[in-house]
């Protein structure tokens, strides 16, 4: 079955970077787009980022546009999210989502969510 | 950037009644729309995409309709399992924006 894994969430300083982890099995991992999605607790869900199945094509939301980046292993079937400059409005569940294909395509599997804390 | 917005924000339905939830997008989406359900404490599921076909497991209480910028979530007898959170997603273009969410509550 399809599992997805976060790790790397915690508490971190304004300013400072950190990077998620995701774990993916259960499925051709290679043939798939991912993404990362977040949630402020309480609050709606907010679309971070995508890349294509093989890496060659990623995009951003605006708000975190030049600060965060995505990346993935697909030898190790692992996703990154490498997050820089964090500011407290960082602070949200973060979650890794399968697309439903390789491109740009809605989240069929989620992971559980990682929380970040960004304070001081 | 494209811009969904959901309405009611919040929807009181007796068990077993139906419910139809609206989601509207600031420029055509044509049919590259998704709808999730989210439950307390867990991650969203996928419910539809393109408007109207239904993921893997999803019942047939289900339904969607619409295009271009105006579409709908029909839950056509609601059970104790269906109050949650539904949210609509475009995915027409690069930015996959949400919509704002819809509550569904017991009334």
Not at chain 1, 32 to 37: E, S, Y
Not at chain 2, 7 to 36: D, H, I, R
């Amino acid at each position: 079955q399809v599992q997805l894994v976060e790790s790397g969430g915690g508490v971190v300083q304004p300013g400072r970077s950190l990077t998620l982890s995701c774990a993916a099995s259960g499925f051709t991992f290679r043939n798939f787009a991912m993404q990362w999605v977040r949630q402020v607790p309480g609050k709606g869900l907010e679309w971070l980022t995508l890349i294509y199945y093989d890496g060659s094509i990623e995009y951003y939301a605006d708000s975190v546009k030049g600060r965060f980046t995505i990346s993935r292993d697909n030898s190790k079937n692992m996703l990154y999210l490498q997050m820089d400059s964090l500011t407290v409005a960082d602070t949200a569940v973060y979650y890794c989502a399968r697309g439903a294909g390789p491109m740009i395509v809605p989240q069929d599997y989620w992971g559980q969510g990682t929380l970040v804390t960004v304070s001081s | 950037e494209i811009v969904m917005t959901q309405s009611p924000v919040t929807l009181s339905v007796s068990p077993g009644e139906g419910a139809t939830l609206t989601c509207g997008a600031s420029q055509s989406v044509t049919k590259n729309l998704a709808w999730y359900q989210q439950k307390p404490g867990q991650a969203p599921k996928l419910l539809l995409y393109g408007v109207s076909t239904r993921a893997t497991g999803i019942p047939a209480r289900f339904s969607g309709s619409g295009s271009e910028t105006n579409f709908t979530l029909t839950i056509s007898s609601l059970q104790s399992e269906d109050f949650a959170v539904y949210y609509c997603q475009h995915y027409n273009t690069w930015s996959l924006a949400f919509g704002g969410g819809t509550k569904v509550e017991i009334k």
